[in-house]
């Protein structure tokens, strides 16, 4: 099966967490168009990955474990890891769902951040790349969006620390911190919206592809802001 090519072909190799979402999917497709195995680990299958790995329903921890049992069993080695998991909600303080909504975007956000980073720390090659997705506007007060942006500020965290350490030897940890991507979820939310100023999940992609074949990859550690001004994008550490 996939298992048996993947462990056969000897290609560079890139798993991706939130695979079969919009994000992921975009990654998994221009990875496997440039000469990479991809791994996709999600809710759901996606046919485009040469390996897709389906997190089971219920408990996190022995979903992954499962996960890593998969990952052993097919030898992986990873040069990338790819966070592309996620999700956004609104919602000031005085919400009469502020709890859910912190629990939902704990679940979406870090819980998906920390089970990539520990899937990375176990599999992914010395000198390889962790790349989690941050939030540009969590770098600053979110009073409007509280549960997303202390979840994606966790997350901001949880990149600095692995910067100091608990991934493989000379591997970097980088978040990417969009401020809005153009995804068909986004624009049936925002149909108004200008969507020249979003950034297009193909232009995120190619980024990444570039940082796995270890081309202008940004310091350890370092926050990467991308924003798309008329169809123009720019990548920036913040």
């Known amino acids: 099966g996939g298992g048996f090519l993947f462990l056969t072909l000897k290609m560079p190799s890139a798993l991706v967490y939130g695979g079969a979402g919009q ?47 998969q990952l ?17 909600a609104g919602g000031d303080i005085k919400s ?27 599999f992914m090659k010395e000198g390889g790349a962790l ?5 540009a506007a969590a770098t600053g007060p979110t009073p409007g969006m509280i549960a997303y942006g202390i979840t994606k500020a966790a997350t901001h965290h949880l990149i600095s620390s692995l910067a100091e350490g608990g991934l493989p030897k000379d591997a970097i940890v980088a978040g990417i911190l969009p401020i809005c991507l153009d995804t068909q979820t986004n624009r049936k939310g925002m149909p ?4 020249d100023d979003w950034t297009p999940l193909d232009t995120v992609a190619e980024l990444l592809l570039k940082w796995a074949k270890n081309e ?15 169809k123009e994008t720019k990548f920036e550490k913040v």
């Not at 389906?54 to 499962?66: F, I, M, P, R, T």
């Not at 859910?100 to 920390?114: L, P, R």
């Not at 350890?220 to 802001?225: C, T």
Request: charged letters at 20%; hydrophobic letters at 45%.
């Open 72 to 88: 052993t069993s097919i030898n992986a080695s990873l040069d990338i890891v790819i966070c592309a998991a996620g999700g956004w």
């Open 23 to 69: 994000l992921g999917d975009a990654i998994v497709k221009i990875f496997a168009e440039n000469g990479f195995d991809t791994v996709s680990v999600d809710f759901r299958k996606n046919e485009a990955a040469k390996v897709s790995i389906c997190l089971e329903a219920g408990d996190v921890q022995s979903a992954v474990d499962k996960v890593a049992e």
């Open 96 to 122: 009469k769902d502020i709890l859910a909504g912190v629990d939902k975007m704990y679940n979406y956000n870090i819980t998906s951040a920390v089970a990539a980073s520990h899937l990375a720390s176990h």
């Open 131 to 135: 790349i989690l997705t941050g939030a």
């Open 216 to 230: 202008e990859r940004p310091d350890n550690g370092a926050l990467i802001k991308i924003t798309t001004k008329n």
């Open 192 to 195: 108004g919206a200008n969507f």
